[in-house]
């Protein structure tokens, strides 16, 4: 009997990790940066309208000067009230919770690596997971995310938002 007990639970932990492995593997977020290409990025809705609380936008970045400290990150007519702008290239996510009001954050979800997609109804959303995230504090909303996002200092510099 214990003969049977044993052989059949190596044959289920077999099966197990058969199966677990690879799906554990399609979750993490490795150092390959493919969950990071713009063009692996799973789309999101197109936008509703840029004056809209819920519009998700998407930008790969605007021609800043150079893309370090002080660049441009993206024009801040762009940058809805209520909404965001995922800034793909930068990693960064720009919001703007209130009128007149510019926040950023890092664009890459604290669960599990993965770059945010989007950002609607007043939250910035990960596809991988569910994750979602404050577009005031960068807080986690919902989804398996414990930690938020980590905050960049943005100001807005002609009609331009940009890194302090």
């Known amino acids: 009997m214990t003969s049977s007990l044993s052989r059949r639970r190596a044959l289920s932990g077999a099966a197990t990790l058969g199966v677990g492995v690879p799906l554990l593997a399609a979750c993490g977020g490795g150092d ?17 309208t840029a004056s809209s609380p819920t519009a998700t936008a998407t930008a790969s970045g605007t021609p800043s000067s150079g893309g370090g400290s002080g660049g ?6 762009d940058v809805p009230v209520g909404g965001g702008v995922v800034v793909k290239d930068q990693e960064l996510v ?7 009001q510019y926040k950023a954050f890092s664009a890459i979800c604290t669960h599990q690596g993965c770059l ?3 950002v609607s109804d ?3 959303q990960c596809p991988c997971h569910g ?7 960068g807080s986690p ?3 398996p995310a ?5 905050e960049v200092a943005v100001t807005v510099a002609g009609d331009e938002v940009t890194r302090a």
């Open 146 to 150: 414990q930690s938020p996002l980590s």
């Open 116 to 118: 945010v997609s989007g």
């Open 122 to 124: 007043g939250r910035i």
């Open 32 to 48: 390959d940066g493919a969950a990071k290409d713009p063009a692996t990025t799973p789309a999101t809705d197109p936008p509703s």
């Open 72 to 77: 441009g990150l993206v024009a801040a007519g």
């Open 94 to 100: 720009v919001t703007q919770p209130e009128a007149g």
């Open 131 to 137: 994750s979602s995230f404050s577009i005031s504090d």
């Open 141 to 143: 909303q919902g989804g």
